[in-house]
């Protein structure tokens, strides 16, 4: 059943993922799922806010708390088609976020690169949901970005 709801949220991810490559920005998305219901969604907007904190990840939870309204997400999955940053992955810690399930590894900027965890200690994780997807998204928008 878990591995049949993490399908179908990531695919939601994915949408807003498709979203960011249609807008010029790197194809990252994300949706924060709370009682088994998608309470944000959210895609990188870097370019079109000029925000290098601007990441799926970042506005996802904004969204997510404004929502709940609460600083906390202990009852929450975060859905995100590529690994957060280091950034991210602070803001998640200090969210206290219950559950992180994302795509594609990103072995250049993320997270998993800094040695000691950074994630809430009570965050569980689960990799590699429709990472072959995510990861060919990425590689296209930085293929036709090399291209013009």
């Known amino acids: 059943m878990e591995a049949a709801r993490d399908e179908h949220f990531m695919q939601e991810a994915l949408k807003e993922a498709r979203k960011a490559f249609e807008e010029g920005e790197i194809p990252v998305g994300a949706v924060v799922v709370c009682r088994n219901k998608i309470i944000a969604r959210a895609h990188n907007q870097t370019e079109r806010l000029n925000d290098?904190?601007?990441?799926?990840e970042m506005l996802a939870v904004t969204a997510a708390a404004n929502y709940l309204g609460s600083k906390y997400l202990d009852e929450c999955t975060l859905y995100v088609t590529l690994?957060?940053?280091?950034?991210?992955?602070?803001?998640?810690?200090?969210?206290?976020l219950q559950r992180l399930v994302f795509g594609a590894e990103d072995?250049?900027?993320?997270?998993?690169?800094?040695?000691?965890?950074?994630?809430?200690?009570?965050?569980?994780?689960?990799k590699g949901i429709h990472a072959a997807e995510s990861k060919s998204l990425i590689e296209e928008f930085f293929r036709l970005l090399r291209e013009k």
């Open 52 to 56: 290098a904190t601007a990441h799926a």
């Open 83 to 96: 690994e957060p940053c280091p950034m991210c992955a602070g803001a998640l810690h200090w969210s206290q």
């Open 107 to 126: 072995p250049q900027r993320g997270y998993q690169l800094i040695k000691s965890p950074l994630l809430h200690p009570r965050t569980t994780i689960t």
